[in-house]
Nanobody
């Protein structure tokens, strides 16, 4: 069971990046997926989730700028990030999990990818 995030890099403020999360060893269909980020010196935060049925949720500061999506046929999940600002600088990680009510619980964690936004 493995998840691997990719697509990070250095981008100027106002720019865009699209992160991908690829699963191997298991199928993502049936799992909820979450993207977390961890900025330097800060705790890890949940950025966005997508349920197995496609319902999405977002952290307040990224609403309207980030879009989470999934392609079950490709066994991948994506995070489109637009209008990036320096506060978005962090390591972004994906995971497969489940919801209990409105709470998301990660089950399998993947390796992160670094996003750096310059001002």
């Amino acid at each position: 069971v493995q998840l691997q995030a990719s697509g990070g890099g250095l981008v100027q403020a106002g720019g865009s990046l699209k992160l991908s999360c690829a699963a191997s060893g298991f199928r993502l269909v049936g799992y909820a997926i979450g993207w977390f980020h961890q900025a330097p010196g800060k705790e890890r935060e949940l950025v966005a989730t997508i349920s197995s049925g496609g319902t999405t949720t977002y952290k307040g500061s990224v609403k309207g700028r980030f879009t989470i999506s999934r392609d079950n046929a490709e066994n991948k999940v994506f995070l489109q990030m637009n209008s990036l600002n320096p506060e978005d600088t962090a390591v972004y990680s994906c995971n497969a999990g489940h919801f209990v009510g409105s709470y998301y619980y990660p089950d399998y964690w993947g390796q992160g990818t670094l996003v750096t936004v310059s001002s």
